[in-house]
């Protein structure tokens, strides 16, 4: 019988389980620095947008939704920085 210690899981369970079900709940979403790379400018892009979002400056998608995380334009962007919530 292998004894698995429950109080202290690996970083791996952790991120295989359901949000409500790990030992400290987090959400899985997080805020994106998204860079344009038509007019350099830096959106800030929820990282399960419901809708496409697009560059105030040139009017490109950034990305758009899937249904659970929002895909990035193809080889385009630049993610900067992830602010986790």
């Known amino acids: ?3 698995k210690d429950l ?3 690996t ?14 709940p ?3 979403s997080y805020f994106m620095d998204v860079k344009c790379p038509g007019c350099l400018y830096i959106q800030v892009v ?3 947008a419901s809708t496409p ?4 400056g040139c009017d490109r998608i ?3 939704p899937t249904g659970g995380k929002a895909k990035l ?13």
């Open 73 to 85: 334009a193809v080889g385009k962007l630049s993610i900067f920085n992830c602010l986790l919530f």
């Open 53 to 56: 979002v697009h560059c105030p």
């Open 7 to 9: 109080l202290h899981p």
């Open 46 to 48: 929820f990282s399960h």
């Open 26 to 28: 987090f959400p899985n």
């Open 11 to 24: 970083l791996a369970e952790e991120k295989r389980k359901c949000k409500l079900k790990r030992l400290v």
């Open 1 to 3: 019988m292998i004894a």
């Open 62 to 64: 950034l990305c758009y």
